[in-house]
Nanobody
Framework: QLQLVESGGGLVQPGGSLRLSCAAS????????IGWFRQAPGKEREGVSC????????NYADSVKGRFTISRDNAKNTVYLQMNSLKPEDTAIYYC???????????????????WGQGTQVTVSS
């Protein structure tokens, strides 16, 4: 069974950090573009960051540039999202998604992804 599982979410104070992980099982991520998306209550899902299959191309939403870093370890079949300087507006459920050989120019589009994880809650609050 092909599955993505996110972990690493939690409650953190403003200015704090979290590292999210997206682990794949049942398939290898080597040829997949991976995207991180988030959805806050009452808001539409938005793209946060994405990384191509080799890890050589990354994209970020303007709202997280300079604070979040996406990376991947294909040997561990895992993609990470390091989130620093967290703000209350970063509070959301974070999802990872995978798309086979998706071009980087399309990686922010959620409808291009066929595999999704169940999500992990990130809450930034004092």
């Amino acid at each position: 069974q092909l599955q993505l599982v996110e972990s690493g979410g939690g409650l953190v104070q403003p200015g704090g950090s979290l590292r999210l992980s997206c682990a794949a099982s049942g398939f290898t991520l080597d040829y997949y573009t991976i995207g991180w998306f988030r959805q806050a209550p009452g808001k539409e899902r938005e793209g946060v960051s994405c990384i191509n299959s080799s890890g050589g191309i990354t994209n970020y939403a303007d709202s997280v540039k300079g604070r979040f870093t996406i990376s991947r370890d294909n040997a561990k079949n895992t993609v990470y999202l390091q989130m620093n300087s967290l703000k209350p507006e970063d509070t959301a459920i974070y999802y990872c998604a995978a798309s086979f050989l998706l071009p980087s120019r399309l990686c922010a589009l959620s409808d291009k992804y066929g595999y999704w994880g169940q999500g992990t809650q990130v809450t930034v609050s004092s």
